[in-house]
């Protein structure tokens, strides 16, 4: 037996070597056909579980990237977090999954919650109305939220709501792959550029999340409780527009 494990010890030394080349040239070989990244989701297992029955249609070269389809089945009735219990619906985002532009808002609030749609009460309406001021409509462009259960009370979310969410909104956006990003409020901007920058600071310019354009601007609650901040998120938007337009 101890021979045993010692032989098998040595081959498997003398085997790793070889594995990892065959990985690196593997992996290389998907960065050039385009891949970002390796998707671990029970779906992308199930497609590699499937590689080894054969069949053309499941080479590695025809693997699909995720979908947002794909992406909220592996979420389904999500228990991660503690917010599930007191949520009606996962409110996972609406709107054109290929759209160029995507915004990203804080988490559903009671209307949202209710309708298991984001942006639909006060705030949405609100938001409605900039994107028609900029000729665009909910239909052209992706709306969700940096977490997708709503908090008690509204209260913010707690970082072990945030840590067990974001990976999906990250997959979100990869499978949308949009040129541009808007950050409504100090929230999503702060999470998705991973700093602590005040909003006031952080809007009206851009940055670059995973390879889009993202501008933060007030979120639509501020300002209707702020009406005079409107004329900032306008030029915001003006420079939103200009860039939606020239990509
Ligand atoms: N506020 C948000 O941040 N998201 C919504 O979906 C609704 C209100």
Sequence with gaps: ???????????STQLLPEIREDLKAYLRYM????????????NSVRILERWNE?????????????????????????QRCKLHKGRKHVVFGVGNPRARLVFVGEGPGH????????????????????????????EDVYICNIIKCRPPGNRNPEPDEIAACIPFLRRQLRAIGPGLICALGSFAAQTLLATKTPISRLR????????????????????????????????????????????
């Design 1 to 11: 037996m101890t021979e045993a494990i010692k032989a098998f010890n040595e081959s």
């Design 31 to 42: 960065k050039g056909l385009g891949y970002q990244g390796v998707a671990l989701s029970e």
């Design 54 to 78: 054969g069949g053309a249609a499941e080479t590695p070269g025809t693997i699909q990237a995720e979908t947002l389809d794909t992406i909220q089945v592996d979420l389904g009735a999500c």
């Design 111 to 138: 209307e949202e919650d209710m309708q298991g749609e984001p942006f639909v009460g006060k705030a949405g309406q609100l938001l409605t109305k900039i994107l028609r001021a900029i000729e665009l409509t909910r």
């Design 204 to 247: 009206g310019n851009f940055y670059t999340y995973e390879g889009s354009r993202l501008l933060p601007t007030y979120h639509p609650a501020f300002l209707l409780r702020n009406p005079a901040k409107k004329a900032d998120v306008w030029e915001d938007m003006k420079k939103l527009r200009d860039e939606y337009e020239n990509n």
